[in-house]
């Protein structure tokens, strides 16, 4: 059964980095885009992060350009977002996913795309 797993959030003052990552298994995810979503309080979810399946071409939302950066290390089906100068309104859970089909194009942004999703890990920035 595929699985998607991440970790690394908790509390941090704004300005400072919290680096999350996406351990996957039961299916390798080498040949699929992944991406980060998250959903702070009272909010829908939204689109944060994509990456191909090689890596090659990433994409962001406005809000985090600049300042978040998404990679994957393929030979251990993790997907990883480093987030730097933290601000009190990325607090969220942020969640990891997978796309619905390999091979595919950049650059989905819909959630709706995406079949494979981890429980999501917390990230509170305090001012």
């Known amino acids: 059964q595929e699985q998607l797993v991440e970790s690394g959030g908790g509390l941090v003052q704004a300005g400072g980095s919290l680096r999350l990552s996406c351990a996957a298994s039961?299916?390798?995810?080498?040949?699929?885009?992944m991406g980060w979503f998250r959903q702070g309080p009272g909010k829908e979810r939204e689109f944060v992060a994509t990456i191909t399946w090689s890596g090659s071409i990433t994409y962001y939302a406005n809000s985090v350009q600049g300042r978040f950066t998404i990679s994957r290390d393929n030979t251990k089906n993790t997907l990883y977002l480093q987030m730097n100068n933290l601000k009190p309104e990325d607090t969220a859970v942020y969640y990891c996913?997978?796309?619905?089909?390999?091979?595919?194009?950049?650059?989905?942004?819909?959630?709706?795309?995406?079949?494979?999703w981890g429980q999501g890990t917390q990230v509170t920035v305090s001012s």
């Open positions: 039961g299916r390798t995810f080498s040949s699929y885009a």
């Open positions: 996913a997978a796309a619905r089909r390999p091979n595919g194009n950049c650059c989905d942004t819909k959630s709706s795309s995406y079949a494979y």
